[in-house]
């Protein structure tokens, strides 16, 4: 069992940084592919970033392609979004996911999320 908690998240004006981190629990990362996704008010929840267990390989989401930046230090046990060039449209709570199934964007364990508020 995986324990995931989402922190970094809360207020940025438009064009502002954030980075979330999510930290692990109860087993090691390792071999996981890691993913972070997003639900904004009255929407489903989306698809942001993955990333390989060896950070070989990244996917994005084309609306944060160039903007965010997802990496993870298996040591630590940890997974960072970095979010640049943040836009209202951004606003969301933001989930960090462990097993993640990029085709099907289904995911065997999940956070409990971190909003993200970005204003105009």
């Known amino acids: 069992q995986v324990q995931l908690v989402e922190s970094g998240g809360g207020l940025v004006q438009a064009g502002g940084s954030l980075r979330l981190s999510c930290a692990a629990s109860?087993?090691?990362?390792?071999?996981?592919?890691m993913g972070w996704f997003r639900q904004a008010p009255g929407k489903e929840r989306e698809f942001v970033a993955a990333i390989s267990w060896n950070s070989g390989r990244t996917s994005y989401a084309n609306s944060v392609k160039v903007r965010f930046t997802i990496s993870r230090d298996n040591a630590k046990n940890t997974v960072y979004l970095q979010m640049n060039s943040l836009k209202p449209e951004d606003t969301a709570v933001y989930y960090c996911?462990?097993?993640?199934?990029?085709?099907?964007?289904?995911?065997?364990?999940w956070g409990q999320g971190t909003q993200v508020t970005v204003s105009s």
């Open positions: 109860g087993r090691t990362l390792s071999g996981y592919v």
């Open positions: 996911a462990a097993d993640v199934n990029v085709v099907t964007s289904r995911s065997a364990y």
